[in-house]
């Protein structure tokens, strides 16, 4: 089931997969996701693996990551582990939905209440398609661009499982759906997971993510989440990125807000190989209001890519991303950062920034922020930057008695702070505090156990 | 206390300090006054440590310590403190979480286990109403949007949470108003003990109403030119800094 480096070009190579194994990828799944897959895999012949010749990829080339031999998984491999061994709920207080993949697969045991007695729905992908098909064709790439998007479209042609979540019209969530995705095996692996969530008019719901590792093996992951926020519905989305140093993770989410709908999205990367993150967010209704957040904190060799492309299409949304960085050793990392505002979005309000602090010589960022206006009575802004820490605040830390590394991690958490600050959750914000410490602290350098520990509720 | 001898400092291959000499005892105030760029904050700033300059030539001696071989977080952990002429805005590192990391920092150096929580609330309380300063400041960031009143009592009431036994004041008095002019005197009197030493570094002479200075020098052009007790002050007040400036000339 594997698919073997060859000489043949990567786009070929995964084409050739595809039609070889179609029948068990399209096995068990009906029409609503199925009838996407070969306009997909032929949008992805056309568009490729993006390399570095790609603008929107220009600081990091994918391909070596995609050469390499994995196992995919089309079947959900059974792997023997005791999930109790794992996870033990080390946030306090920290009460959740918890639903598991397992290399990119739902993982049933631990998902008891997959309908909730208000109508709200979280279960996998393959069980809504069969069992909700007017959603799945209502909803299931419709936000994703698997038309020009390459990565995009792979995942469209393989995907076959992964998280769905459904919010009826005036619900709101009891408490926020945790899904932890696990990678784990003895050889490679390659998971192309897909989630959708739905979210009616007028609900509510939090979402927290966290990808994590627990096997030393080389992981790659090119997932995809579409978001629809239905008109004033709220949504709180954490991601928490958390994986070893042979990891590459590609998430790609597509948000598609209506009216008067309010989400916020925080991404924490505290640990990964390789990583780029992808948010496609539209803003398709008035008076919509979007934050987009990031903090990331890398060291040695890693490497951050955060793409974000906001589209504002109808007038008074606002719309802020910020995207901050603490990268150490000879970590890089890029910021691509495109605001678009629409001849009819009026009375937009849209913000960016990207502040990054450089640690040695050796760490780079490259940031890129784009305004791309058409509309004439908009405020915006961008704005990056890329520094030490502040010399003259290190100074007055230390001349009260703070010892220099204590005084630059004051300060490095204190940069942190203004992105975890906005994680309403508030256990988890004080658990990512924490974590952020521990990691600027460089205590936490190696990752291949969950640092979360939040996947069973064995201490609560 | 503190000897400083023959200081020449420069940056940047421009010579700042010309050759300083200066002695001070515990117990003792001593204001250093001078007009603009005669070298004043460079003087408090190589006290505390900045990196910032070269030291060509001279010694600092602090309670038998080469002065000039301690880090600035070591020379804070001795008892020299530094309030700044513009303390620095720290966003997002909260007013308490610094005093008490510097506190407990302090108390590591001496050997003393941290402080609780409800010690240092009380010491708090206390050194609040010693130095009379507004008791939300610190449920802020350091420093950050408080006016400019705000930040150099905030020097003061650090100074009294420190205890240092050598202070130096760099022009601690430079945009306040005269309620927060006493304020500030009044702090530094209360902390004033036999055991120790204020320097207070100012351009005017009017916050040597409230703070009496033992002694008094006049730095001009990177040296001390005249020193005296707290009359000089008023005779510069009178005759203005040009009165030394012939006088130093004609010497």
Redesign the interface.
């Known amino acids: 089931m594997s698919i073997h480096a060859q000489s043949i070009d990567l786009k070929d190579r995964f084409a050739a997969f595809f039609y070889k194994h179609q029948s068990t990828i399209r096995e068990g799944l009906p029409e609503g996701i199925n009838q996407h897959r070969q306009v997909a895999i032929e949008a992805f012949q056309q568009n490729g693996i993006p390399d570095r010749n790609v603008e929107d990829y220009k600081y990091t080339d994918l391909n070596p990551a995609f050469e390499k031999d994995y196992r995919t998984y089309i079947r959900p491999k059974q792997i023997d582990f005791n999930l109790n061994d794992i996870f033990h709920c080390d946030v306090p207080a920290l009460d959740t939905h918890v639903v598991l993949l397992l290399n990119g697969w739902f993982y049933e045991k631990k998902t008891p209440q997959k309908k909730l007695p208000n109508g709200v729905i979280i279960t996998s992908l393959r069980e809504a398609a069969n069992e909700y098909p007017e959603v799945i064709q209502k909803h299931y790439n419709q936000y994703a661009d698997s038309k020009n998007q390459g990565l995009t479209a792979l995942n469209t042609a393989f995907a076959q499982d992964g998280v769905f979540i459904y919010v009826p019209r005036g619900k709101a969530m009891d408490k926020p759906v945790q899904i932890i995705n696990l990678l784990m095996d003895e050889e490679p692996g390659m998971s192309q997971h897909r989630n959708l969530m739905v979210m009616e008019e007028g609900s509510q719901a939090k979402v927290i993510v966290c990808d994590h590792t627990l096997s030393q093996s080389t992981f790659l992951t090119n997932s995809v989440t579409e978001i629809y926020a239905g008109q004033n519905a709220h949504m709180d989305f954490v991601r928490i990125q958390n994986e070893h140093n042979d990891s590459t993770q590609i998430s790609n989410l597509y948000l598609n807000q209506e009216r008067d709908s309010n989400v916020t999205s925080n991404t924490i990367s505290l640990h990964g190989g390789l990583i780029r993150n992808n948010y496609y967010l539209r803003l398709n209704g008035e008076n919509c209001e979007n934050k987009t957040l990031g903090l990331y904190l890398t060291d040695r060799g890693q490497h951050i890519d955060s793409y974000v492309h906001m589209d504002h299409a109808h007038p008074h949304s606002r719309s802020n991303q910020l995207f901050k960085g603490v990268l150490d050793d000879y970590a890089t990392g890029a910021f691509n950062g495109r605001i678009l505002v629409r001849q009819d979005a009026q009375k937009t309000e849209a913000y960016q920034a990207n502040n990054n602090i450089l640690l040695t010589d050796d760490a780079k960022m490259n940031s890129k922020p784009q305004l791309e206006i058409y509309a004439d009575d908009v405020k915006c802004s961008h704005g990056g930057t890329s520094g030490q820490l502040n010399g003259d605040a290190l100074f007055y830390l230390r001349s009260r008695g703070i010892p220099l590394k204590e005084a630059q991690l004051l300060l490095m958490y204190a940069f942190a702070h203004e992105i975890i600050g906005e994680i309403h959750i508030q256990p988890l914000q004080d658990r990512i505090h924490e974590l952020t410490e521990k990691r600027l602290r460089g205590e936490l350098t190696r990752c291949n156990y969950c640092q979360m520990h939040c996947g069973d509720s064995g201490k609560n | 206390m503190l000897t400083i001898k023959n200081l020449h400092v420069s940056i940047e291959d421009k010579q700042i300090l010309k050759g300083i000499n200066l002695e001070v005892q515990k117990g003792e105030i001593h204001a250093i006054m001078g007009p603009n760029g005669s070298g004043k904050s460079t003087l408090a700033s190589v006290l ?3 990196n910032l300059f070269n030291i060509t030539e001279g010694e600092i001696i602090y309670e038998g310590k080469n002065l000039l071989e301690m ?3 070591e ?3 001795e008892g020299i ?2 309030g ?1 002429q513009y ?2 805005e ?4 909260s007013m308490m ?2 005093l008490k ?2 506190v407990n ?2 108390r590591k ?1 001496r050997g003393l286990e941290p402080m609780k929580s409800s010690d240092f609330l009380k010491m708090m309380r206390e050194k609040k109403d010693l130095v009379e300063i507004d008791s939300n400041l610190t449920n802020r ?2 420093n950050e949007g408080f006016s400019g009143g705000e930040k150099k009592r905030n020097e003061i009431f ?1 100074m009294a949470m ?1 205890d240092p036994r050598l202070s130096i004041l760099d022009e601690t008095d430079s945009g306040l108003d005269i309620d927060a002019l006493k304020i500030v005197a009044h702090g530094v009197n209360k902390l004033k003990s036999s055991e120790n030493a204020t320097i207070v570094i100012t351009h005017y002479q009017r916050l040597l109403n409230y703070i009496i200075p033992d002694r008094v020098h006049v730095l001009y052009d990177g040296q001390i030119v005249k020193s005296g007790n707290k009359d000089l002050a008023i005779e510069l007040e009178d005759k203005g800094y040009d009165w030394l400036r012939k006088e130093t000339q004609a010497g």
């Open positions: 505390a440590g900045r880090a600035p977080e020379r804070a952990r403190f530094l700044f303390p620095v720290i966003p997002g590192v979480n610094f990391t510097a920092e302090q150096h960031s350091v650090q420190l």
